[in-house]
């Protein structure tokens, strides 16, 4: 192969911040992932990255949006959401007790990913889950 050739292939979708368009963002993934047997996770987890955004960032505000992106090589697949800051903290996965009715989603991102990377900038946070092909989450890589 070529120096400069790449095998990566890579999407993008920008959604206004409404709550019906995070069934936008899941069909656009499963309709690029059609045929993978990752596609039901990736699915999940962009489905959930999107709703929290729309639901703890300013990208769920009035003229809001948020971003999606979708990277796919022989070794993984890389879903990404950028939403539209307005909070002071980075998202995380928190531990919830049993009765709990919100806050499990980005832990769930996490079991589900091999690896979930967070990205801070002034204009918001893009959170970063990779799915590696040939792999289940809690295989050892090395």
């Known amino acids: ?3 400069y050739t790449s ?23 499963r309709d690029i992932l059609r045929g993978s047997p ?8 962009v489905s959930e990255l999107s709703a929290n955004a729309i639901l703890h960032t300013a990208s769920g505000m009035e003229s809001g949006s948020f971003h999606l992106a979708l990277a ?15 909070t002071g903290t980075a998202p995380k996965a928190e531990h919830q007790d049993a009765e709990a009715e919100h ?5 769930m991102v996490t079991a589900l990913a091999h690896r979930v990377v967070v990205h801070g900038s002034e204009g918001g946070y893009t959170v970063t ?14």
């Not at 796919?72 to 307005?86: F, H, K, M, N, Y």
Request: glycine share 14%; hydrophobic share 35%.
């Open 1 to 3: 192969m070529h120096e």
């Open 7 to 29: 095998t990566a292939r890579v999407w993008g979708l920008t959604c206004p911040g409404f709550p019906e368009e995070v069934s936008r963002a899941r069909r656009w993934t």
């Open 38 to 45: 990752l596609a039901d996770d990736a699915e999940l987890i």
């Open 72 to 86: 796919v090589t022989r070794q993984v697949i890389a879903l990404s959401v950028t939403d539209g800051g307005g």
């Open 103 to 107: 806050g499990r989603g980005l832990g």
């Open 129 to 142: 889950a990779e799915l590696f092909t040939g792999t289940r989450p809690g295989d050892h890589l090395c």
